[in-house]
T-cell receptor
Framework: QQKVQQSPESLIVPEGGMASLNCTSS?????YFWWYRQHSGKSPKMLM?????GEKEEGRFTVHLNKASLHTSLHIRDSQPSDSALYLC????????????FGIGTRVLVRP | DSGVVQSPRHIIKEKGGRSVLTCIPI?????VVWYQQTLGKELKFLIQ???????DKGFLPSRFSVQQFDDYHSEMNMSALELEDSAMYFC??????????FGSGTRLLVI
């Protein structure tokens, strides 16, 4: 059973600061990672996906992937109070069709 | 709204009862998955259908069944409800192996 581990469990960031979130899979067959954001009482919304080694940037969000270690990280710069949410990492194993396995998430609070 | 539509939004059932949750995917999306989310726990994969065929089954209890219809909408039939079935149930759809879009979820409370 694939496991997706996220750290830290929670994070407090000052407004305008940088938030860094981590995610690792235990399944060597994982070929794709997603980052979703879930505001309280809402459904998960996709932020970014990555499948190649290296870095991908979209606006204030940057995702890194190291395929050798099956580790991905999400960095949010210039954090805003609206970024306060649960951030979920999901991984897909290339043997598992399009089934995503989610981590428990990192709860981010941005303090004004 | 062209997103994934789930109904009902909220439902309260007595223990031992039955319920039906419905998911209408984005037009053209034939890949539908169901997840369960309880407070403090990860999204738990329940089942996936692709082109009306069950593709993968995860933690779906035997008391639940899911069907995907010709128009790709999906229904989850839940019977003999237990207190621990209380949770948010999300469905999500995608076109093939593309990114998933989640519906707003159904909050089920079993009392």
């Amino acid at each position: 059973q694939q496991k997706v581990q996220q750290s830290p469990e929670s994070l407090i960031v000052p407004e305008g600061g940088m938030a860094s979130l981590n995610c690792t899979s235990s399944d060597r067959n994982v070929d794709y990672f997603w980052w979703y954001r879930q505001h309280s009482g809402k459904s998960p919304k996709m932020l970014m996906s990555i499948f190649s080694n290296g870095e991908k940037e979209e606006g204030r969000f940057t995702v890194h992937l190291n395929k050798a270690s099956l580790h991905t990280s999400l960095h949010i710069r210039d954090s805003q109070p609206s970024d306060s949410a649960l951030y979920l990492c999901a991984a897909r194993a290339n043997s598992a069709g399009n089934k995503l396995t989610f981590g428990i998430g990192t709860r981010v609070l941005v303090r004004p | 709204d062209s997103g994934v539509v789930q109904s009902p939004r909220h439902i309260i059932k007595e223990k031992g009862g039955r319920s039906v949750l419905t998911c209408i995917p984005i037009s053209g999306h034939s890949n539908v998955v169901w997840y369960q989310q309880t407070l403090g726990k990860e999204l738990k994969f329940l089942i996936q259908h692709y082109e009306k065929v069950e593709r993968d089954k995860g933690f779906l209890p035997s008391r639940f069944s899911v069907q995907q219809f010709d128009d790709y909408h999906s229904e989850m039939n839940m019977s003999a409800l237990e207190l621990e079935d209380s949770a948010m149930y999300f469905c999500a759809s995608s076109s093939g192996f593309s990114d998933y879009t989640f519906g707003s979820g159904t909050r089920l409370l079993v009392i």
